[in-house]
C-alpha cells in the first residue's frame, strides 16, 4: 500500500520528540485548549479550538474543516461559493508539532499551526496536499528550490501597521513629519512594551523599531529561514490584534487607512545563502555589490513583479499605495543601490529589500513568489541591467519589463500571463487567486463610492 502525503505526516508525528514537548506543556502549563490554526489564501488565521485533554489524538487524526475555509467562505456575486462549492469535501489539518505554543497573554490557551490535506477517504488522490494550502505550498516549494540549487532563502519582513485610539493622534509642525520622533514612540510605549513582550514569548527576537509615520509604527523582527518568516509575520498579527483588545484601540493591517497617510507596506528583505554563507555578497567586499547568483536572482524577481503583485497587493485598497508618489511605495519595476524609491534596493551589501508586499499580503505565497522568480532568474540568467539613479518617480518605464500593475484588475492579468508563477502555484490554486481577486474587483466595479458622490451629485447641469 503506498503511503500518502497524510499518512507521513500523521506517522512523523505520532513518534515525534515535539508531541511529548507539547504534552508536557499542556501538563506543566495548565493549557486547558489549543487552537489548531490553518491560513487561508488572503492570510486569514482559521482553525478550530480542541480541549487539551484531546490534543494526543488530534495531533495524529487532525481535524477537518470544509474546503471553502481556504477561501474564507467567500461566495461570489452570483452566490457561488469559491474553492469548490457547498458540496466541496473536508480538508484534514494535521499540526506541525514544533510549532505549538502557549499564548502568553492566557495560558490556558495553546495554538499550533497545520499543513492540509485531502482526506484520506476520496478515490482521487486520497491524503494528497491539499493545493490550495498556501503553507504547505511554500514548504513544498523551499524544500524544492533547496534540492535543486543547494540554497536556502532567508528573509526578514517590516511589517508597518496602522494604530488608532484616544491620546495616539500625532503632534508635529507642519511640513514636517513625526517620523523617528522619540516622543511619538512614548505615546505608543503601552503597544510596544506588550507587543514586544507576547512576541518575544511566542519565539519572535525582535530586534528593533520605530515611528514611521502618524498612527504607523513598525515593530522588526530578526531574519530567518523564509518559511519560519511567514510564520512568525502571521504570529505576529495575531499578538498585535490581541494588544488593540487589551488596551481598548484598533490595530489594521489595511494597505492604505486612509487618503493623504503613508500606506502600510511589508517589505521583505532577502538573502541566498549556502553552508551558512550569504551568496549575494563576495567575501571581503564592503562596498555595495551583488554576485552573478544575486544579480540574475534579482533579474528573476525583477522580471516576475508584475505577475506577482496579485499576491503583493491582493486588495483594491491595495493600490491606492503605489499611486501616492513620494511616499516611498515604488511605482516603477526597477532596482537601486540603496535608492528607496526602487521596486528592489539593495540595502546593504547582501541583502535585496523588495518593497512591494503590503501590510496585507499572504507571506507564504510572496515568499512563494520570489522563490518561482529567483530561481528562474537563475536559471536563465536574467540581467537585471544597471541600478536606477535618482529617484524612480521620474525614470522612464524599463521596457525590458512589464509595467508595475496599478490597479487590481491589471494584476489580474498579468498574474494570469506569468507562466513561472502558475505553474509554481499550480493550477488549482493558481485559478483560485484569479477568481476570488476577480470577484473582488467585480464587486469594487460595481460599487458606488463616496468619491464618486462628491464629484458627480452636483456636477451637472
Not at 528593533?208 to 518568516?229: I, K, P, S
Not at 540603496?338 to 535585496?352: E, F, H, I, P
Amino acid at each position: 500500500m503506498t503511503t500518502t502525503p497524510l499518512d507521513a505526516h500523521r506517522q512523523a508525528n505520532a513518534s515525534s520528540p515535539d508531541l511529548a514537548a507539547a504534552l508536557s506543556a499542556i501538563t506543566d502549563r495548565g493549557v486547558e485548549f489549543v487552537y489548531f490554526q490553518a491560513v487561508t489564501i488572503t492570510g486569514r488565521v482559521v482553525g478550530k479550538v480542541a480541549p487539551a485533554r484531546h490534543f494526543e489524538r488530534l495531533a495524529t487524526k487532525g481535524v477537518q474543516q470544509h474546503q471553502t475555509a481556504v477561501a474564507n467562505l467567500q461566495g461570489t456575486r452570483e452566490g457561488v461559493l469559491l474553492a469548490g462549492g457547498v458540496h466541496a469535501p473536508e480538508y484534514t489539518a494535521i499540526p506541525d508539532l514544533e510549532t505549538f505554543a502557549v499564548l502568553p497573554w492566557d495560558s490556558s490557551f495553546a495554538r499550533v499551526f497545520c499543513r492540509l490535506y485531502e482526506p484520506d477517504h476520496l478515490t482521487d488522490a486520497p491524503g494528497a496536499e491539499f493545493a490550495c494550502d498556501s503553507r504547505g505550498l511554500l514548504r513544498r516549494l523551499h524544500e524544492g528550490f533547496t534540492d535543486r540549487t543547494g540554497l536556502e532563502l532567508r528573509t526578514g519582513c517590516e511589517p508597518e501597521m496602522t494604530w488608532q485610539g484616544e491620546g495616539l493622534e500625532a503632534q508635529f509642525r507642519p511640513g514636517s513629519s513625526p517620523a523617528y520622533h522619540i516622543e511619538h514612540l512614548e505615546r505608543n510605549r503601552p503597544i510596544v512594551k506588550k507587543v514586544v513582550e507576547y512576541a518575544q514569548a511566542l519565539g519572535l527576537d525582535m530586534v528593533e523599531g520605530d515611528y514611521e509615520d502618524e498612527f504607523q509604527v513598525e515593530l522588526n523582527f530578526m531574519y530567518d529561514r523564509a518559511d519560519l518568516t511567514a510564520d512568525r509575520l502571521t504570529t505576529y498579527r495575531q499578538i498585535c490584534k490581541q494588544v488593540a483588545r487589551e488596551l481598548g484601540i484598533h490595530a489594521s493591517f489595511m494597505p492604505k487607512p486612509a487618503t493623504g497617510m503613508m500606506g502600510n507596506g511589508c517589505h521583505h528583505n532577502l538573502s541566498l545563502w549556502r553552508d551558512g554563507v550569504n551568496v549575494l555578497a563576495d567575501p571581503g567586499r564592503t562596498e555595495l555589490h551583488l554576485t552573478d547568483i544575486g544579480r540574475h536572482a534579482l533579474g528573476g524577481l525583477l522580471a516576475h513583479s508584475a505577475g506577482a503583485m496579485l499576491i503583493n497587493g491582493s486588495t483594491v485598497n491595495s493600490y491606492k499605495r503605489y499611486w501616492d508618489a513620494g511616499q516611498f511605495a515604488p511605482s516603477r519595476i526597477n532596482w537601486g543601490l540603496d535608492n528607496k524609491t526602487c521596486t528592489v534596493r539593495l540595502s546593504a551589501v547582501g541583502r535585496l529589500e523588495y518593497k512591494l508586499p503590503d501590510a496585507a499580503v499572504n507571506p507564504y505565497l510572496s515568499h512563494a513568489a520570489i522563490l518561482a522568480a529567483c530561481e528562474d532568474g537563475m536559471k536563465n540568467a536574467i540581467d537585471p541591467g544597471p541600478p536606477t539613479q535618482g529617484s524612480s518617480y521620474d525614470a522612464p518605464q524599463d521596457e525590458r519589463f512589464p509595467a508595475l500593475p496599478l490597479t487590481l484588475g491589471e494584476a489580474i492579468s498579468a498574474f494570469r500571463a506569468d507562466e513561472v508563477l502558475n505553474q509554481a502555484f499550480g493550477p488549482v490554486l493558481s485559478a483560485l487567486l484569479v477568481d476570488f481577486h476577480a470577484d473582488e474587483w467585480a464587486r469594487f466595479c460595481g460599487y458606488v463610492t463616496d468619491w464618486e458622490r462628491d464629484m458627480y451629485w452636483n456636477d451637472t447641469p
